[in-house]
């Protein structure tokens, strides 16, 4: 008995209850059934194909089955187009889209709806508004859907309100989806009080309408707001979910708020999320954010199942915390538990190298990535320039960068900042003479990169080329940019350009003041710096301890003791500011310029519980110029028993001692430097010329031009014996 076949009618039935229900594969496999029996789909098949073709991305089954439309002459059916134009969005096919759309007879709001949609989600948002004015102006009333295909792509809050206002013209109020999508864009534009206001007069509310309100607090860092909404969200029957524990989490982390870190973890007990990895994830970054990765790593140590994005979330936290020997740790822990690392998973692993200058790490992580055959992106390839350049192999760090096939603003600046923090200024200006005539354009972190490094040498010349680039580039104005050149200006001696720097700024920060404030004090202008210590104070900004740090270096090299130990003594009782090892040095040094030895010492053993070795050296070389051979004698025994591995001590009291004609206790000294494999340093010194940097060292004669340069040195003597200044210049120094 011959089997009937199924109808046309069943199978199309078919199609569309698996279409309705997301099961898209099973859809296909439906049609494949219906071309092994001979039946051709009609109409109202394809729209359910078509979907399926998007969704699985099959575009040449989903051309295939266009040609099929043509040919059966279906081409013209609105909503057979809409889904067209619907597959060719999905995979950018803007122009084919745009055919098809052109080529119906007729239009209804479907077809509108699909083409603007796919304006909006390629960016192309002027086009997607133009294309609903045209449909507006061609009498085709728009639906909740067309308005919601014109928010997915809205660049900027002008919009949103127009579309806004549209949705009210329209009676569209009352459409969830709709009023949804305008709370997560509000949220996302940082429009917090809109997105609040259209919350409170929406009539009915889901977990998206929560979720949407809460995520908009979470991007501002608002904590206490999302605490009141999960409260109310309870009161009104609606419990909250993953989403808003791991928004609520995002906000503790923008706060840094580790108490309230703390007892939200404690709620998320409660509440039975803590086994879910995103949410594991979460609170890990949160404890990470907060600076205590002890918490975070109990939270990682307790996750059942570790994925790529756990890993990845640890160590990124760690570098970030300055931890990047604990984050190297648990790199390794991952490649031995297994988990393929991602590439952001390698880019922070090599951040980790770079932050502790770990030049075989870095390598070997580099040479797992070539074994593996990974396809490595711009961020692992700037993480190799930063690498190698931090560990201080620029050549290596520049063969990386002129490998990239594709280079951003990151490339630029890591290989220009590679060579100028390792003292090659001049190949730095060179790649950033380069980077001017691509089609990448600086920003203030290259310039504030060079500044620094011209600064670091005094090459005041490339300084004021810079700038000029600033002037004529608009970089200003930018505080981070205009600190930088009073920091280069004062650092190269032209206080003058520095203070009109300065004053440029439009809101000096604390930085900018600490960098004017060390400049003045470094330059012998105490009373300067003290003043404008006091213009600091009266622009109503709260000093920190770089500010004091500067101030009290100031004092230092300009003997202004009584004004040192007022400013010292102001921190705590004035300021609420504890000093630090480092302002108390400050004192100890301001103490000892002044010849008050005696009471410098009573002041170290006052502060520092633990003898400092850097501090002992100051005391050190001030018994020394006193001739305080007692006192000397007993500063020395401290230093001696603290065996410094850095052969400057040493010298230090050598000198001492020989200061003292104690001439057994130098050798002591010597023999001691000796048994620890120290060398004394010779002494050293450079200048800078056109970005290049010379060095020359005590008895150094194998230099090229050594004779010339003694030949001129012996002329400067003589000029300046002429001009009354005795001094003594030997060929060896």
């Given amino acids: 008995m011959n089997k009937i076949k199924p109808a046309t009618k069943s199978f199309n039935s078919v199609i569309n209850r698996l279409s309705s229900q997301g099961d898209l594969l099973g859809v296909l496999l439906t049609y494949i059934s219906m071309l092994d029996n001979d039946i051709p789909p009609d109409l109202y098949a394809f729209p359910g194909l078509l979907k399926a073709c998007t969704f699985i991305k099959l575009i040449p089954l989903g051309l295939s089955l266009h040609q099929r439309i043509i040919a059966l002459g279906f081409s013209s059916d609105a909503y057979i187009s809409s889904s067209l134009i619907n597959l060719y969005a ?124 809460i995520s908009g607090y979470a991007q501002i860092g608002n904590a206490e707001e999302i605490l009141q909404l999960l409260h109310r969200m309870k009161l009104e029957n609606m419990e909250p979910d993953r989403q808003a524990f791991d928004s609520l989490l995002s906000a503790i982390a923008a706060q840094s708020n580790l108490n309230l870190g703390k007892a939200v973890h404690g709620k998320i007990l409660r509440a039975g999320f803590d086994l879910d990895a995103h949410v594991e994830t979460s609170l890990m970054v949160m404890y990470l954010r907060c600076g205590n ?161 011209c600064a670091a040498i005094g090459a005041l010349h490339q300084g004021k080329l810079l700038h000029n680039f600033v002037i004529r580039s608009c970089l200003r104005p930018c505080t981070m940019v205009d600190t930088a050149l009073v920091d280069m200006y004062c650092k190269c001696g032209n206080l003058d350009a520095a203070k009109k720097c300065f004053d440029a700024i439009l809101q000096p920060d604390l930085i900018s003041w600490a960098t004017i404030i060390a400049g003045y004090g470094g330059h012998g202008k105490g009373e300067t710096a003290l003043s404008m210590f006091s213009e600091f104070l009266y622009s109503g900004l709260e000093p920190n301890k770089v500010i004091f740090l500067s101030l009290l270096s100031a004092c230092s090299h300009n003997g202004l003791v009584n004004e040192g130990l007022s400013i010292f003594q102001s921190m705590s009782r004035d300021f609420g500011i504890e000093p630090e090892l480092e302002h108390s040095a400050c004192i100890v040094d301001l103490l000892c310029r002044a010849g008050r030895v005696k009471e410098a010492y009573n002041f170290y053993k006052y502060y520092f519980p633990k003898p400092i070795v850097e501090v002992l050296g100051i005391l050190t070389d001030a018994c020394r110029a006193t001739s305080n051979r007692e006192l000397g004698d007993f500063i020395a025994q401290d230093v001696l028993m603290l065996k410094p591995t850095d052969s400057g001590n040493y010298v230090r009291l050598a000198h001492c001692y020989a200061s003292m004609s104690r001439w057994d206790s130098v050798g002591k000294v010597w023999a001691q430097m000796r048994c620890l494999g120290l060398r004394k340093v010779p002494g050293w010194s450079f200048f800078e010329l056109h970005g290049n940097i010379a060095m020359f060292f005590m008895g150094q004669i194998e230099h090229p031009q050594h004779e010339e340069i003694v030949s001129a040195l012996e002329s400067l003597n003589r000029v300046m014996r002429k001009v009354g200044i005795n001094n003594k210049v030997s060929p060896s120094s």
């Fill in 90 to 213: 999905k995979f950018s096919h803007i122009s084919s889209a745009r055919k098809v759309f052109d080529r119906m007879p007729e239009r209804d709001v479907f077809p509108w709806t699909s083409i603007i949609r796919c304006y909006s989600n390629a960016g192309d948002v002027d086009t997607a508004f133009r294309m609903y004015n045209e449909m507006r102006y061609q009498g085709v009333e728009p639906s909740p859907v067309t308005l919601l295909g014109l928010l997915s792509g809205v660049l900027e809050l002008v919009y949103v309100k127009g579309l806004h206002g549209r949705v009210v013209l329209y009676g569209f109020e009352s459409d969830i989806a709709l009023a949804n999508s305008l709370l997560n864009v509000y949220g996302k534009f940082g429009s917090i009080e809109d997105a609040r206001n259209l919350f409170e007069l929406m009539g009915q509310r889901d977990l998206i309408s929560w979720n949407s309100l």
């Fill in 293 to 453: 990765s002890d918490f975070a790593f109990q939270v990682f140590e307790g996750a059942q199942e570790k994925d790529v994005v756990l890993w990845t979330a640890m160590i990124s936290g760690l570098v970030k915390n300055n931890s990047a020997d604990k984050a190297l740790k648990v790199f390794s822990q991952m490649i031995t538990s297994r988990v393929e690392p991602s590439t952001t998973t390698i880019a922070s692993a090599l951040a980790a190298c770079a932050q502790v200058s770990s030049f075989h790490l870095g390598t070997s992580i580099h040479g797992y990535v070539i074994r593996q055959g990974m396809i490595v992106d711009v961020a692992v390839e700037n993480s190799l320039v930063t690498m190698y350049a931090n560990c201080g192999y620029t050549e290596q760090s520049c063969a990386v960068f002129k490998r990239m096939k594709k280079r951003d603003l990151v490339s630029w600046n890591a290989v220009i900042a590679g060579y100028a923090q390792n003292g090659h200024l001049s190949k730095a200006f060179i790649l950033f003479n380069e980077m001017r005539v691509t089609i990448q354009k600086a920003d203030s972190l290259t310039v504030v990169t060079l500044l620094q490094a």
